[in-house]
């Protein structure tokens, strides 16, 4: 876990968060114009709600046959003469790369983006072998060199500016680099070129498997991808289990839409499709591939019928652009590789930890802007307001907030004691109320009217008023 994630709450990462202007003030900027981007980009593909549809088909139908379709895929990859392994855990699938690098004697490693390799702290893992990884994402390269998660799943380093990115590369150099967008690209430039040409072994994620083929599809900008899985003679591919497609035409729909509805593109600028590893008359490619099919608690949630379709996400990131929570607090203080809506939703069943995941469903209003822009039309708020109910039935929130709610109860059953009950806060309210409102309450009160006004309860009650007016 990185140094971020430890030790903290939600709460208490996301106070110190609110501090942080200039992260807030970028975090807003960019997810504004990743947005603005989006809408722009599907009303000019025109029936966007229609391919939203037969996306969420698509993905519903791909999750309610894995089995059928992982047994296909994995057969096709090794007929086409690479290697598959089945990885239930995170650390079976670190050792599992371990072992693949130890046999070809890799020493020199280059990743490209991939959230699935976060989620098992792969790098980490490789780096306490004494092996040399570097990631060649430009953001998540930065990020490496600030020991930081992502912030944001499709645009990690979102919270950097350009003077802390200039600081980190200085670093490295050992000389200023200037701030300046050209200085800072030339460098990383000429840094990961050098690695491409050194490295051995080659590690990507996966956005999606064609289970017919047995290939494996890459989405970047950069084209790091492509380098990544094709210079260096081994090429580690790791998916989620559910990241897979029936076929070839079933990837055209996705690929229609996950670039809209991640940055706003019509398509990226690189999109990699690759088959196992090199045949005699290919003029490049890796000698070797090797698929690494990552369960890690996906199989808990393929068994939960109620937060199945969160295996339907096609990680776009359209969640966090929209989410009042997300936009003010970033990424790192979820505490989870996984944040906004979809993280907040996935993270207490990928590490079966209820009690200190479960609470990142109250990262939300229920406001519904996740579920509206979802790619898939996965119903986020509705499964954060039933993930509230598994954390509360669980009796992990707080034992002065279940007394609280228990007495609530009690009292508002009863006529009589809440008839009381009001007639007691009228009383009580007085000397707290300004203006009509309780600005500045106790505890618990006050964990409302510490970034709220409270309305102060009614001199009467509508049942009160109604008598009056009517008898």
């Not at 050792?95 to 990743?111: N, R, S």
């Not at 983006?113 to 060649?136: C, F, P, Q, R, Y």
């Not at 949630?301 to 607090?329: K, M, W």
């Amino acid at each position: 876990m990185n140094k971020i994630h430890q030790g903290k709450t939600f709460r208490e990462r996301a106070r110190e968060a609110l501090k942080d202007d200039f992260m807030r003030q970028a975090v807003r900027k960019a997810v504004d114009t990743l947005e603005t981007r989006k809408e722009e980009a599907t009303d000019a593909l025109g029936n966007w709600d229609q391919w939203r549809e037969q996306g969420k088909r698509i993905r519903e139908h791909a999750v309610e046959n894995l089995d059928y379709y992982l047994s296909q895929l994995a057969a096709n990859v090794r007929n086409n003469g690479g290697t598959v392994y089945f990885a239930p855990e995170a650390k079976d699938a670190r050792q599992i790369i371990l072992e693949i690098i130890k046999k070809h004697g890799g020493k020199h490693i280059v990743k490209s983006k991939s959230m699935v390799t976060e989620e098992i702290h792969l790098n980490k893992a490789l780096i306490k072998e004494g092996l040399d990884v570097v990631e060649t994402d430009l953001a998540e390269y930065i990020l490496q060199l600030a020991d930081e998660p992502p912030s944001h799943i499709v645009v990690p380093s979102i919270h950097k500016s350009r003077d802390q990115i200039a600081e980190l590369f200085s670093n490295v150099a050992r000389e200023k680099i200037p701030n300046d967008t050209p200085s800072l690209t030339a460098f990383s430039r000429k840094v990961l070129r050098e690695k491409f040409l050194q490295a051995d072994i080659g590690i990507t994620g996966c956005n999606f498997a064609i289970a017919d083929t047995g290939a494996i599809s890459l989405v970047t900008n950069e084209g790091n991808a492509r380098l990544t899985n094709s210079l260096p003679k081994v090429h580690i591919a790791v998916m989620g289990m559910e990241r897979l497609v029936p076929s070839f035409a079933d990837l055209e729909v996705l690929l229609t839409l996950l670039p809209r509805s991640a940055t706003g593109q019509k398509l990226t600028s690189y999109i990699s499709i690759t088959n196992g590893p090199k045949k005699p008359e290919d003029l490049d490619g890796p000698d070797y591939f090797y698929l690494v099919i990552l369960d890690n608690g996906r199989s808990r949630i393929l068994a939960d019928t109620e937060f199945r379709q969160s295996l339907h996400c096609i990680r776009c990131g359209a969640c966090f652009n929209v989410c009042p929570v997300y936009r003010q607090v970033g990424g790192h203080s979820y505490g989870s590789v996984y944040g906004g809506p979809i993280g907040s939703v996935i993270s207490a069943f990928l590490t079966n930890d209820m009690e200190r995941y479960g609470g990142l469903a109250y990262a939300s209003t229920l406001c519904a802007a996740c579920s509206t822009v979802c790619a898939v039309k996965i119903p986020l708020h509705d499964l954060l307001l039933k993930l509230r109910h598994r954390y509360v039935t669980h009796k992990y929130t707080p034992a002065a907030e279940r007394t609280v709610f228990k007495l609530w109860r009690t009292t508002f059953q009863n006529p009589k004691t809440y008839r009381l009950a009001i007639k007691m806060a009228q009383k009580a309210q007085s000397p707290l109320v300004n203006n009509g409102y309780i600005i500045k309450g106790p505890p618990p009160l006050s964990a409302w009217t510490n970034s709220r006004y409270f309305p102060k309860a009614a001199e009467k009650t509508f049942r009160e008023q109604w008598q009056q007016q009517h008898h």
